[in-house]
Every structure is written in structure tokens, then in C-alpha cells.
């Protein structure tokens, strides 16, 4: 059974769209823009020391690899790794 409410003639809803419809369109925009702002700003704060932190651990973890990599002795040899394999040279 659905309801049929006349929200239109309710004086509680006719109260309110009096009172914002009569408000300057200014008025009204500002309070959108700020309540906007008060949930984009703090996301987008967010984000970005997300995306600081994850830049300074991939940082911090890249330099500990190559300290690791310069004293674990792997790196490039001498020779290029082949062992008891037999280079044929064409011309």
C-alpha cells in the first residue's frame, strides 16, 4: 500500500521552501560551495599524504635494495655469466 502523502501542502515543508526560497541566490550558492568544500577539501588532503607516504616508502625501500644489492656482491661479473658454455663467433 503506498503512501500518499501531500508533502506539498504539509506547513512544515511550506515553512521551509519559504524560508530558502527567499534567500538571495548568492546566499544559497555560498552554502553549497562550503559544504562542498568541507568534504572535497579533506579528501583531497588525504589523497595527496597518501601519495607522500607512498612515494617516501618506495623511496626508503628502493635505496635499502641497492645498499643491499652494493654489498651482497650480485652484480655484474667479469664475465657475463656463462660458464662451460662453448661461443661460437660467425662473422
Known sequence: MPLNFNWQGNPVYNRWQRGIGGRP????????TAGVLVIVVPLVLLTL???????????????????LGQFSGVGP??????????IIERP
Open 77 to 86: 661479473r667479469a664475465d657475463d655469466g656463462r660458464r662451460n658454455v662453448r
Open 49 to 67: 599524504a597518501a601519495v607522500l607516504v607512498g612515494a617516501l616508502v618506495f623511496a626508503t625501500l628502493s635505496a635499502v635494495a641497492w645498499l
Open 25 to 32: 541566490a548568492w546566499v544559497t550558492r555560498a552554502a553549497l
